[in-house]
């Protein structure tokens, strides 16, 4: 991930996603995520440089569509202290920016029953929190990345799906460790914890990838 460009701070979960469907209308890869104390802030773009990020946002700002903006570098981000502290701190912050999720309606595609809640989002949300810029999909997440084998599963691996029988990845989740992952169910749920040996998870598991 480049600059990021991060605004607002919602008290209302509807508001951070609508901002963020205004803003995925002109390609820009915005997401939301629980900042604090039930505040949500949203956050996109991966810009090369500080520069090009803030023309970006002044830009939006002179449209009305932001109002204050704060750039997000690089060097913010986990990823970046791979090096220095190690691959298990990179994976600990994975799982502790997706047990922030825990609770909150995560909604992607809009206020639409329909296509409600996002597994795949909300694995690229909290992976883009962390510096790793992760495709959109969940069928496209399932392509990239390295095959892990269920008895080697590290925290921060993603875990697939076949929810509908059809040999075709529908579901992800965000293995948390002792079995346990990180997912958006389904429309009407939040975002909970469940485990790999639930027999409705253990009959549909499709694989796992690593990205680290």
Known sequence: MGYAIQVGAFSKVENAARLVNCLNSDNLDAYYFLYDKGLYKVRFGSFESW???C???EILRAMGVIDEFYIVRPDDYSITKKQEYGETYCRDEIVKTARNFIGVPYQWGGSSAEKGFDCSGLAMAVYRLNGLKLPRTSGEQ???GDWVSR???AKGDLVFFDTR???RIFHVGIYA???KFIHAPRTGKTV???SLSNQYYKKRYAGARSYL
């Open 165 to 167: 029988g059809s040999g």
């Open 192 to 194: 909970r914890t469940s």
């Open 55 to 57: 023309r970006e946002a």
């Open 177 to 179: 460790g002792q079995d």
């Open 151 to 153: 008895g080697k599963l």
């Open 51 to 53: 520069e090009l990020a």
């Open 142 to 144: 399932y392509k990239t």
